[in-house]
């Protein structure tokens, strides 16, 4: 996208944010991530389908600090609801209704490019399963035809996972809300091209499907401090984490043995963490095998945003992996609070 490109899109979203003259919103009872008309009528099944390169790890020669094009979002969301402002874990489903939100985090900090894992897209897709993923504004500004695939996608649901992966809980407010924003305004400027590309195609009605900025937030690392909730909290932004570490050591332990991992914690209402991009080496085979379970135990997927709706949330102070304290190490592994470091 060019820089003239952007200035205008940018422009022409300012006056809709502001005169409302766009698309009506979408109903109010009614979660919409996108749509099957757009997806399909901006990419062929194969661009969707992607290639073995998409899986491509690298190293930059040098950390990439760029700022995005914009650096403070135009839309500003609504603060967070009380019962909503700490560190959301699960949710107590009424009438145990046996639901969980699969979330995959697509991570990427500053010295990487983190790639994509094309085989658990495609097979959310080709299963009709729905999922929510955190993506950083860096891995969108780097992946930015899948990140636009992902807003589309009546499936999927996006939420920040800040700028460069950064260590909330060792930054002061100035740094994490320039984590936060960037990343809130590099999706708004994908939201924009992809509007441009939908009009250009005729699909402009369908943007009326695609939230236009991010409504969900996820801590790098798990990691927070006192002020990190009440902040992210007044941004608008619910602190979503997980009841049970999907991956958990997946080094150490077969596709089996995983498997059985997630079986042995899971109850309604869970958040399972796993990840997207391509770090891990299982969950691309974990997540046919898990989702072939859950169903077999009569379990339904949806999105965060929809779990939310069935119960309250379970929620908790402090951020971890499976418990408390367990993530404090990696305040020492990687450099530039979290953002630098080694790929894994």
């Known amino acids: 996208m060019t820089s003239l490109r952007a200035c205008l899109l940018g422009l022409l979203t300012i006056l809709i944010f502001v005169s409302g003259c766009g698309s009506a919103p979408a109903p109010a009872d009614e979660e919409t991530f996108g749509s099957d008309k757009l997806l399909h009528g901006l990419w062929f099944d194969g661009q969707l389908a992607g290639a073995d390169s998409d899986t491509a790890r690298a190293v930059l020669p040098e950390p990439d600090l ?11 969301l609504p603060p967070v609801p ?26 990427e900090r500053a010295p990487h490019l983190a790639g994509y894992r094309r085989e658990i897209f495609n097979f959310l897709r080709a299963n009709g399963v729905k999922a929510s993923f955190f993506a950083g504004g860096k891995w969108m500004r780097s992946h930015p035809e899948k990140a636009m695939q992902l807003m589309a996608d009546p499936l999927f649901e996006l939420g920040n996972h800040a700028w460069t992966h950064g260590n909330l809980a060792l930054m002061d407010e100035a740094e994490v809300r ?23 195609r005729g699909l402009g009605a369908e943007m009326v499907r695609v939230p236009p900025s991010l409504g969900l937030m996820r801590l790098p690392y798990g ?3 006192a002020q990190t909730a009440p902040l992210l909290a007044s941004m608008g932004l619910p602190l979503i984490q997980w009841s049970i570490e999907g991956e958990r050591d997946e080094l150490d332990h077969t596709v ?20 997207a991009n391509a770090v891990p080496h299982k969950t691309h085979l974990l997540v046919p095998r898990l989702v072939a379970a859950l169903r077999e135990r009569g379990y339904g997927f949806v999105t965060v945003s929809e779990l939310l709706r069935f119960g309250p ?7 971890y992996f499976t418990m408390p304290g367990d993530n404090l190490y990696l305040d020492h592994l990687f450099g530039g609070k979290g953002t630098l470091g080694r790929v894994r």
């Open 66 to 76: 760029r700022p995005p094009l914009r650096t403070m979002p135009l839309r500003a």
């Open 82 to 107: 009380p019962e909503l402002q700490r560190i959301i874990t699960s949710v107590e489903p009424r009438g145990g209704r046996k639901v969980v939100a699969l979330t995959f985090d697509l991570c």
């Open 178 to 200: 320039r984590q936060v924003d960037w990343t809130q305004a590099e999706y708004e400027l994908l939201y924009e091209e992809l509007g441009y590309r939908a009009r250009q």
């Open 223 to 225: 990691r927070n401090n």
């Open 256 to 275: 089996d043995e995983l498997v059985a991992w997630n079986l042995k914690n899971v109850k309604p209402g869970a958040i399972i963490l796993m990840h």
């Open 313 to 319: 949330a379970v929620t908790v102070d402090e951020g």
